[in-house]
Each structure stands twice: as structure tokens, then as C-alpha cells.
């Protein structure tokens, strides 16, 4: 970690350095802890992880979900690292063994009470200045989806049991039961 007007600045190096099983986020050298995930958080990845994973299969399509843990490193720095609930990478260059270096297309994140503030604030402005171009918060205790299509400044509000149109691909939904 680097000092820098008496706050430290962690890096990637600082994750990687810490132990075993333990989980934390970086986002402009703040280190954020993660608590494992509960059991419905993980019963609406696998349904978005799968729903997301067929439609590419069967459009015969080129981007790559993935499920956290996995690694992206947003501004390709030494200071933002971050490990979306859900991550589609169309461009499948910026893919190596490590993950992702530059922005998803698309990323879910499934809030938990340890995890809004920094989903709906902290990340939501993280993920508009990388160059993410869809970002979906899905509250599973409100039961709500906030859906901000980026490049066309557009925010809008689902519930569970709607069809939420999919902004990066035209003619697919996906409905949260």
C-alpha cells in the first residue's frame, strides 16, 4: 500500500496478500470486505448465470458470462478490482486467465443489506466512468431490479415476475421469477 496525503492507497497486490478464503473488493485503493452470500442471493445468480449462459449458446453468440468470484479489473490499474456477482464480456480479448482488464458490457450485482450503499452508490458511478454499458441491481428483499442502460442514460425499474428487456442484445428478456 502506498501512502498518499496520510490515507492509504491499496492495491491488487493487497488482495492477493490476503488470507485464505477471505474476500474484499478494491475501488480507487478502498478496500471493501465481502461477506459470503446467502442462500437466495445464490438461487437468483445460478438463474441469471443460466438464463444468460443459454441465450448466448443458443444465439450462437461470442460474449462470456461469468459468476463471481471472478476477477475485473475495471480501469486496467492497480487500484480497482472488483468481483461482480454476474459479468458479460463481449469482447473477449480483454479475457486472460486472471479475468477481465477493462470494463464488462454488462454486470448484475444482487444486493445483500451488507452491500447496498456500496451497489447503488459506490459501484453505480464506478461502473458508468469504466465503460460498462448495462448494470443491473437486483434487490431480492425489496424484490426489485434497477436497470441503467449507460450509453443511453437510461434508467428504469422492474419488479420480480416481469419481463426486463436485455439492453446489449435486442430481443431477449429475462424475467426473475
Known sequence: MDALNNEFIYT????????????AELIDGQIY???????????????????IYNHIKKAHGTCEVYASPFAV????????????????????SKLDEKGCHGAPDWVIEIVSPSSKSKDYMVKLLKYCT?????????DPTKKMISVYQIEQEL????????????GIWENF???IP
Open 155 to 166: 434508467v428504469e425499474q422492474y419488479s420480480f415476475g416481469e419481463d426486463i428487456p436485455v
Open 12 to 23: 491488487i497486490d493487497d488482495i492477493y496478500a490476503l488470507p485464505e478464503g477471505k474476500r
Open 73 to 92: 479489473f475495471l480501469n486496467k490499474d492497480s487500484i480497482n478490482y472488483v468481483e461482480p456477482d454476474l459479468s458479460v464480456i463481449c469482447d473477449t
Open 130 to 138: 469504466a465503460g460498462v454499458r448495462e448494470y443491473w441491481i437486483v
Open 173 to 175: 428478456s429475462i424475467n
Open 33 to 51: 470486505y465481502m461477506a459470503p452470500p446467502g442462500r437466495t442471493h445464490q438461487q437468483i445468480s445460478g438463474y441469471l448465470y443460466s438464463t
